[in-house]
């Protein structure tokens, strides 16, 4: 399902004006972006105004990245061979 994005600032083209989540049965979620567009001249839809989506795996941070896979201290001693 999408909603209104209220926290849309300004007129960015790469802020969505639609957003929302998925959750597939097998427990992979997705965000879901959409933007309202025009159909281009000459086109069959030329004038008519639809939404164009984007779903995409949710974004996490960094940080959060690196807390959940430590870089262990043996693995930085690999490969310190400098190949100059």
């Known amino acids: 399902m999408l909603f ?43 004038g008519q105004k639809y939404i164009k989506g984007e779903v995409n795996l949710p974004w996490v941070p960094q940080a959060k990245i690196i807390a959940q896979n430590p870089i262990k201290n043996d693995d930085l001693h690999q490969g310190d061979e400098i190949p100059f």
């Open 4 to 46: 209104k994005n209220e926290k849309k600032e300004g007129d960015h083209p790469r802020k969505p004006v639609y957003s929302g989540s998925i959750e597939l049965p097998d427990g992979t979620k997705y965000d879901l972006a959409g933007w309202i567009n025009e159909g281009k001249v000459g086109s069959k839809i030329e």
